[in-house]
């Protein structure tokens, strides 16, 4: 007889509890256990690190982080299922916040390489088999297609699509830029944004508003209201019109690229 699946949020909750995330308690008020992945630190600017420098040094410890490495997935002898990111022989555990603990599963059974955000801090335990580094994870983007193709877009620059708008008008254009988030960094005039869900897509001193399309695609999900996620590039593919605040760009298709080298 197969075994009883076990509700996917339960999951993440006893990955929560076994991991003893951050040295947090999870105390309980008014019968209420305390999120331990509500913290002000979500608001920080991550650190680049690479997953070798993060498994050995303890620079890192208590501090936000992005980092790269393949996923996958362990169970201990207990039946407990942990998550590892691994780049060659650095291993660092991951235990994702409830609010992306289902996506993050869902991924994980492919075993993709990740570009994972959240908080780095030591595991408590003897064990040498659990990775003595982890990170409380709350945002991630899958990078396989991009790592591989190493792509440098054949799209124009969005400068140079800009330069040439009028003759543009209509067309099917894809652009390379910079994630801009709902104006995050001021590009544009305040209130310019010709409808409720545009976001800027930018380059340098240049930006569009972008319409018609979420920040979002196959094994990503950018927030247009979380800062960090401005460091991201996408490729987005459609067409340039005129909105009531000037150019804007009709999504079709976005999807993640790497930066210009």
Same mark, same amino acid.
């Given at each position: 007889?197969?075994?009883?699946?076990?509700?996917?949020?339960?999951?993440?909750?006893?990955?929560?509890?076994?991991?003893?995330?951050?040295?947090?308690?999870?105390?309980?008020?008014?019968?209420?256990?305390?999120?331990?992945?509500?913290?002000?630190?979500?608001?920080?600017?991550?650190?680049?690190?690479?997953?070798?420098?993060?498994?050995?040094?303890?620079?890192?410890?208590? #501090?936000?982080?992005?980092?790269?490495?393949?996923?996958?997935?362990?169970?201990?002898?207990?039946?407990?299922?942990?998550?590892?990111?691994?780049?060659?022989?650095?291993?660092?555990?991951?235990?994702p916040c409830p609010d992306v603990g289902r996506d993050f599963e869902e991924m994980a059974v492919r075993r993709p390489r990740l570009e994972v955000t959240g908080l780095a801090?030591?595991?408590?335990?003897?064990?040498?088999?659990?990775?003595?580094?982890?990170?409380?994870?709350?945002?991630?983007?899958?990078?396989?297609?991009?790592?591989?193709?190493?792509?440098?877009?054949?799209?124009?620059?969005?400068?140079?699509?800009?330069?040439?708008?009028?003759?543009?008008?209509?067309?099917?254009?894809?652009?390379?830029?910079?994630?801009?988030?709902?104006?995050?960094? #001021?590009?544009?005039?305040?209130?310019?944004?010709?409808?409720?869900?545009?976001?800027?897509l930018r380059d340098g001193r240049q930006a569009v508003w972008v319409v018609g399309k979420r920040p979002e695609?196959?094994?990503? #999900?950018?927030?247009?209201?979380?800062?960090?996620?401005?460091?991201?590039?996408?490729?987005?593919?459609?067409?340039?019109?005129?909105?009531?605040?000037?150019?804007?760009?009709?999504?079709?298709?976005?999807?993640?690229?790497?930066?210009?080298?």
């Amino acid at each position: 007889m197969s075994r009883p699946r076990v509700p996917r949020l339960a999951s993440v909750r006893a990955l929560l509890l076994a991991a003893g995330v951050c040295g947090l308690s999870l105390s309980t008020a008014r019968g209420q256990a305390r999120d331990p992945c509500d913290r002000p630190e979500r608001n920080d600017t991550p650190i680049d690190v690479t997953l070798d420098d993060l498994a050995l040094s303890a620079a890192y410890r208590e #501090k936000v982080v992005r980092t790269r490495g393949l996923v996958e997935t362990e169970v201990d002898t207990s039946g407990q299922r942990r998550y590892v990111l691994r780049d060659g022989p650095a291993r660092v555990g991951v235990v994702p916040c409830p609010d992306v603990g289902r996506d993050f599963e869902e991924m994980a059974v492919r075993r993709p390489r990740l570009e994972v955000t959240g908080l780095a801090s030591d595991k408590a335990g003897t064990n040498p088999l659990v990775p003595s580094t982890q990170i409380l994870l709350w945002a991630f983007v899958d990078v396989s297609d991009v790592e591989r193709s190493r792509r440098q877009a054949t799209s124009g620059g969005l400068a140079e699509v800009l330069k040439g708008a009028e003759s543009q008008l209509g067309r099917t254009v894809r652009v390379l830029g910079q994630f801009g988030g709902r104006n995050l960094l #001021k590009d544009l005039p305040a209130d310019s944004a010709p409808d409720a869900s545009a976001w800027v897509l930018r380059d340098g001193r240049q930006a569009v508003w972008v319409v018609g399309k979420r920040p979002e695609g196959s094994g990503f #999900k950018l927030n247009p209201d979380y800062a960090p996620d401005a460091a991201r590039w996408l490729e987005v593919e459609g067409k340039l019109e005129r909105c009531a605040a000037g150019l804007c760009l009709r999504a079709r298709k976005v999807s993640l690229s790497a930066p210009p080298s």
